[in-house]
């Protein structure tokens, strides 16, 4: 998947929202998951704000990907920095059990960890179809 490719399947997953609304976690959220404190439940926001934001979230996503000094096939490559986009680069650091068994190179066992995860039950289908492309290397979806 290239990065294009990528950013539409996280926007389809994430959905694009106009109105700032609480997150799973109770952070205040708004366009493709941005996470905005300075802004209100309720409050609108533009297309270009979106854009803006996602362009930046997305790109930092990448920059947290290339920091673990992984080299990983572009399928995998896609699922870490969805996971990071959608977790952040501190709380994907504290999947420990799905990096070391990425660094062995053991995609079932760090797709299992992938879904033996509160991230898993908050994402629901789509953890689901991540893991089931990180464990076969092909993109499901």
């Not at 926001?45 to 673990?68: C, M, N, P, Q």
């Not at 898993?120 to 290397?137: C, E, F, L, N, S």
Request: glycine letters at 10%; a negative charge; charged letters at 30%.
């Amino acid at each position: 998947m290239n990065d294009t490719a990528i950013m539409v399947q996280i926007e389809r997953d994430e959905g694009r929202k106009y109105r700032v609304y609480l997150d799973s976690e109770g952070y205040e959220t708004v366009g493709i998951g941005h996470r905005c404190p300075e802004l209100h439940v309720g409050d609108l926001v533009s297309d270009e704000h979106i854009r803006t934001w996602f362009d930046r979230d997305y790109s930092e996503a990448v920059k947290g990907y290339d920091s673990l000094g992984l080299t990983l096939d572009p399928i995998r490559r896609a699922v870490v920095v969805m996971m990071i986009f959608n977790l952040g680069l501190t709380r994907f650091l504290g999947f420990k059990k799905f990096l070391g068994s990425t660094v062995a190179e053991d995609y079932v066992m760090a797709g299992f960890h992938g879904l033996d995860s509160r991230w898993r039950k908050q994402v629901k289908d789509r953890a689901h179809r991540m893991m089931a492309a990180y464990i076969t290397g092909e993109w499901i979806g």
